[in-house]
């Protein structure tokens, strides 16, 4: 990292700038797959009659599981919390901050904005997605302090090639 005043801090570089990028694809692909599960229920609920607002919770709710299954298997190697009932807490908390963050955009979208319901989604959708990664990911999978006190997670340490 730079120390001089006038040049900015180098903040991705070498070996750990990739590992961060491949993490950031598995991620962005377990998320894809999430947001599947997520919009293919609310569609459905849209179509069934189901009001937007439940429909919206019904599959955020069904894409977060899915989204935790994938984080915890295969998307971030180091895991911050040693038990898991308080990291599954803690990753379903910041998901229902993402809930509420996607109901607030649907609402200023839908009924202030006059939009359609299916393609506010998806531009919640964009929002939300960098919020949760950047919540846990520093809370929950990563980040200097968690680097330097955790211990392998709960089944032994993940190590990728």
Not at 9 to 23: C, D, F, N, W
Not at 81 to 94: D, K, N, Q, S, Y
Not at 102 to 128: D, I, N, Y
Not at 136 to 157: D, H, M, N, Q, V
């Amino acid at each position: 990292m730079s120390t001089s005043l006038s040049e900015p801090p180098v903040l991705v570089s070498g070996a750990g700038a990739a590992h961060r990028m491949a993490e950031f694809i598995r991620y962005f692909a377990a998320s894809a797959g999430a947001l599947c599960v997520d919009t293919g229920l609310y569609r459905l609920g849209l179509q069934a009659g189901i009001a937007y607002q439940w429909a919206a919770l019904i599959g955020f709710a069904a894409g977060a599981v899915a989204a935790y299954v994938a984080s915890i298997a295969w998307v971030f190697e180091a895991r911050t919390i040693r038990r898991p009932t308080l990291e599954f807490g803690l990753f379903v908390a910041i998901g229902v901050a993402g809930l509420l963050l996607t109901e607030a955009l649907l609402w200023l979208q839908v009924e202030r904005w006059g939009l359609p319901p299916f393609w506010s989604k998806a531009g919640a959708a964009g929002v939300v997605f960098i919020f949760n990664f950047a919540v846990r990911k520093t809370l929950l999978f990563g980040g200097r302090r968690a680097k330097a006190e955790r211990g392998p997670p709960p089944g032994g340490a993940i190590r990728r090639p």
